[in-house]
């Protein structure tokens, strides 16, 4: 797996991938991967903050959708994209609120789109999981685009698009209800951002 992490994050080397600097490994044969640290990823942000205003949201956000779809051009999904693997990068340390940009980290679950042989396994953090995933189902980028959507409800809202208390619960709402579009509404996001957000948890057709 740390191979396929190396390869694959070196592979997609982009902006706002957060580049592997080294490898070390013990004497048990267990390995580590050495990154530059990040201020604090998102999860850990929001944990002690607001939600983000729809502003920032595309401030932040607007370059991972351009290099997520470098990613995926280079033949790549990523997999595991959730609140704890962005982590953010401050461009001046003497104030915590201007953060200069987000970056992706941790390819440890990704695959290779054209050689993988693993795409109709399920993969990932469940609350992050797109349905095919769960239906055990090929899955292709798209899925990647769902993660990424749940992300973005979350900023805005600091809750999930759908309902649950057990892995299993969740995954029955994913599978079988639309996500809670109200709570963005809720919180003034514009009809614009709610519909892209709606378009990237579009369930994909039987």
Not at 29 to 37: A, D
């Amino acid at each position: 797996m740390v191979c396929r992490e190396i390869e694959n994050q070196n592979k997609c080397s982009c902006s706002h991938v957060t580049p592997i600097l080294g490898v070390v490994n013990d004497d048990n044969g267990s390995f580590g991967i050495i990154m530059s640290p990040g201020s604090c990823d998102l999860l850990t942000y929001l944990e002690s903050n607001t939600p983000l205003s729809e502003s920032k949201l595309f401030e932040w956000f607007h370059p991972i959708f351009v290099d997520l779809e470098k990613i995926h051009q280079k033949g790549v999904i990523h997999n595991d994209i959730k609140l704890e693997n962005i982590v953010i990068y401050e461009s001046n340390k003497q104030s915590k609120d201007s953060p200069s940009m987000l970056s992706l980290i941790d390819f440890g679950l990704s695959e290779d789109l054209l050689s993988s042989k693993a795409l109709n396994t399920i993969t990932g953090s469940p609350n992050y999981l797109a349905p095919e995933i769960f239906k055990h189902q090929f899955h292709s980028s798209k899925a990647d685009v769902w993660s990424l959507g749940i992300v973005l409800f979350c900023c805005l809202t600091k809750q999930f698009p759908f309902e649950g208390t057990t892995n299993y619960s969740y995954m029955c709402s994913v599978l079988s209800d639309n996500p809670k579009l109200q709570l963005l509404e809720k919180a003034n996001v514009s009809e614009e951002c709610i519909n892209l957000i709606n378009s990237m948890l579009e369930k994909k057709s039987k």
